[in-house]
T-cell receptor
Framework: DAKTTQPNSMESNEEEPVHLPCNHSTISGTDYIHWYRQLPSQGPEYVIHGLTSNVNNRMASLAIAEDRKSSTLILHRATLRDAAVYYCILRHFGNEKLTFGTGTRLTIIP | NAGVMQNPRHLVRRRGQEARLRCSPMKGHSHVYWYRQLPEEGLKFMVYLQKENIIDESGMPKERFSAEFPKEGPSILRIQQVVRGDSAAYFC????????????FGPGTRLLVL
């Protein structure tokens, strides 16, 4: 599986937007970009995924670069509940396993 | 809708004992995945099962570990003769159809080997 690179940690103020970057320069044409997050002492939670176009759902937005070598997860208005480790994962179509890296630990400052 | 259920949530075993971890997938889901998370590390894939079949066990240690997903009942991850290095959080996920469907995770079982 192609690798992803994320900052180890980020901080953001409560009620402000958060932009979490992910680099995936070796992405292939059939790799989907998935984001999961893991709150403390819980299992991972699906956030969003996309292939080429930007995606929005009730939790977040995913902005994908035109060359697909990077993407950004956008939380529009961070709350304390959004404090978690965020994982950017490339998932090859038809490959069932998720390959987790070390993710970005997001801290929300009240 | 009940989510993915795992039990027990915490399990303590002494070295050499057996550990059995159970996972009940979401209603209507027939695909189950097991992952292990060592302290301060990311999750690592272990095994992917459908009802009565092991589809991919490329992440399973060669010895002492086995998994099953019978026609009836929960999926079981079994660890024989546990060692201290088996101490970790074990997460189960399920999906409805496989083939790149979203995986929904359970709360995990935290295994401590004394």
């Amino acid at each position: 599986d192609a690798k992803t690179t994320q900052p180890n940690s980020m901080e953001s103020n409560e009620e402000e937007p958060v932009h979490l970057p992910c680099n995936h320069s070796t992405i292939s044409g059939t790799d989907y970009i998935h984001w999961y997050r893991q709150l403390p002492s819980q299992g991972p939670e699906y956030v969003i995924h996309g292939l080429t176009s930007n995606v929005n759902n009730r939790m977040a937005s995913l902005a994908i670069a035109e060359d697909r070598k990077s993407s950004t997860l956008i939380l529009h208005r961070a709350t304390l509940r959004d404090a978690a480790v965020y994982y950017c994962i490339l998932r090859h179509f038809g490959n069932e396993k998720l390959t987790f890296g070390t993710g970005t630990r997001l801290t929300i400052i009240p | 809708n009940a989510g993915v259920m795992q039990n027990p949530r915490h399990l303590v075993r002494r070295r050499g004992q057996e550990a059995r971890l159970r996972c009940s997938p979401m209603k209507g889901h027939s695909h189950v995945y097991w992952y292990r998370q060592l302290p301060e590390e990311g999750l690592k894939f272990m095994v992917y099962l459908q009802k009565e079949n092991i589809i991919d066990e490329s992440g399973m240690p060669k010895e002492r570990f086995s998994a099953e997903f019978p026609k009836e009942g929960p999926s079981i991850l079994r660890i024989q003769q546990v060692v201290r290095g088996d101490s970790a959080a074990y997460f189960c996920a399920s999906s409805s159809q496989g083939i790149s469907e979203t995986q929904y995770f359970g709360p995990g079982t935290r295994l401590l080997v004394l």
